[in-house]
């Protein structure tokens, strides 16, 4: 069953817009994930320079997590464009 030109362009913008909101809601949780943990760090460890090492690594970590899920969802419309479009 071929689709038309149409219907999957449509599709095409719909995955798109599936996706976005994905990579959106995966950025929130992260956000919501550092702020616990800086909470519970800060009453943890009372030294502030050992404190903002550690606060400073878990936002590089994150930082790369989200990334990744990025560059993952960048690859996967890459890819579904590349199928639409043939």
Known sequence: MTQTPEKAESRWAEL??????SVEASRKQAIDAVRTFVDQVTGDIPEESRR???IEAALDLTEELVTGRIEFARSVVRSAGQAVGK
């Open 52 to 54: 903002k090492n550690v």
């Open 16 to 21: 798109s817009d599936e996706v976005l909101e």
